[in-house]
Nanobody
Framework: QVHLVESGGGSVQAGQSLRLSCSSS????????LGWFRQSQTTEERQAVA????????EYAESVKGRFTISRDNVNRYLYLEMNSLKPEDTGLYYC?????????????????????????WGQGTQVTVSS
């Protein structure tokens, strides 16, 4: 059973930076697509933020491109999200997620669609609040 635990959230002013971390355990291989979703208090929708496949290919939401950077440490089983130039609209509960991507076809589909239902494993979330 894969277990994910996020950390690094907090309250910052617009323009500042935060780095989220996600520790993981229970993986049998490194063939997982990893990523981050966020959910604001105003909507139940979970917005796709950033994703990385087993080969290191990255995908970002348009709203965070150029500001956020996702990375993974397969040795220590960590996932990171470096967030710069934060805006009030980045406020939300950030979830670390994982999905098996054993084949390239699986990875391509999951990375292209980035749907919450495609990710089997979820952390408990870490809150990010950006004030103007």
């Amino acid at each position: 059973q894969v277990h994910l635990v996020e950390s690094g959230g907090g309250s910052v002013q617009a323009g500042q930076s935060l780095r989220l971390s996600c520790s993981s355990s229970g993986y049998k291989t490194t063939l997982y697509c990893l990523g981050w979703f966020r959910q604001s208090q105003t909507t139940e929708e979970r917005q796709a933020v950033a994703f990385i496949d087993p080969n290191g290919k990255m995908e970002y939401a348009e709203s965070v491109k150029g500001r956020f950077t996702i990375s993974r440490d397969n040795v220590n089983r960590y996932l990171y999200l470096e967030m710069n130039s934060l805006k009030p609209e980045d406020t939300g509960l950030y979830y670390c997620v994982a999905a098996e991507c054993v084949t390239s076809f699986q990875a391509q589909a999951i990375m292209a669609l980035r749907k919450p239902d495609h990710f089997t494993y979820w952390g408990q979330g870490t809150q990010v609040t950006v004030s103007s």
